[in-house]
C-alpha cells in the first residue's frame, strides 16, 4: 500500500460560456470527490429565497465589500451586471495549505487574478459546448427573454470562447459523464505534481536511509 503523503490542495478553476455546462459538470465532480469543495463567493447581491449565507454566498454591503477588495483580501473580484463578486483570500489559503482542493466556477477575467495571485497553486480548465448550433439553442430557447437579452448573451459567449487558450486544459462537453471523467482524472494529475507533494522529500529521505547491505 502506498504512503499517504502530505500535499498542498490544488485550485480547479473551470471556466465556460454560458450554456456550455459548466455547473453541472463541476458539481457531479464535487458529489464525486469529497476532498474537493466548491469556493464560496463574497458578493454585494441581496440573498434570493432559499440561499444561505456561508453556504450559497456571504453576503456584504458595498462598503464592506470594498474594503475587502482595496485591503487585498480577495484573491480575485469583479462587478457583473452591478453587483460585486469575490474570492476570499484566507479561505482558499488555509485550504491549500491543509491539503484540501478547492474547485472555482468563475470566468476567464477570475481565472487571470486567481492565476495571477497563486500561479503555483491553479490548474485552469475551459469547457467548450459540442457545437455552435448546441450553444445557440441553450442560450436562445429561454421563454419569455427580450431580444436583447438574447443578444447580450450571445456577446458574452463569444466574448467568453475568445479566451480558451489561456488555459491549461480544453474539453468538449459533448458526452456528460466522459467530460466529469476527463475532468476529474485532471484533477488526479494535479494532486500528483511533484509540487505539490510536501511529503516527498521526507519520504525520499526515509527510504535512502534504510539499513546497508553486507
Aim: with cysteine.
Amino acid at each position: 500500500m502506498s504512503p499517504a503523503l502530505e500535499r498542498r490542495g490544488v485550485g480547479l478553476v473551470v471556466t465556460a460560456p454560458s450554456g456550455a455546462g459548466k455547473t453541472t459538470v463541476t458539481r457531479k465532480l464535487i458529489a464525486l470527490e469529497p476532498a474537493l469543495a466548491l469556493s464560496i463567493s463574497v458578493t454585494t447581491r441581496r440573498p434570493r429565497p432559499g440561499e444561505r449565507e456561508g453556504v450559497h454566498y456571504y453576503y456584504r454591503d458595498r462598503e464592506a465589500f470594498c474594503r475587502l477588495a482595496e485591503g487585498g483580501a480577495l484573491l480575485e473580484w469583479a462587478e457583473v451586471y452591478g453587483q460585486g463578486y469575490g474570492t476570499p483570500r484566507a479561505a482558499v489559503e488555509a485550504s491549500f495549505a491543509a491539503g484540501r482542493d478547492v474547485a472555482f466556477d468563475i470566468d476567464w477575467q477570475g481565472w487571470r487574478q486567481l492565476r495571477r495571485a497563486m500561479p503555483d497553486d491553479m490548474v485552469g480548465v475551459f469547457l467548450l459546448p459540442p457545437s455552435a448550433s448546441a450553444l445557440r439553442e441553450r442560450l436562445v430557447g429561454r421563454a419569455g427573454d427580450s431580444e436583447a437579452d438574447i443578444a447580450r448573451r450571445l456577446a458574452a459567449a463569444d466574448e467568453d470562447l475568445s479566451h480558451w487558450n489561456e488555459y491549461d486544459y480544453v474539453l468538449v462537453n459533448d458526452d456528460l459523464e466522459a467530460c466529469v471523467a476527463a475532468l476529474r482524472s485532471i484533477l488526479a494529475a494535479a494532486r500528483l505534481a511533484r509540487s505539490r507533494q510536501a511529503g516527498l522529500a521526507a519520504f525520499v529521505e526515509s527510504l535512502q536511509a534504510r539499513p546497508r547491505l553486507g
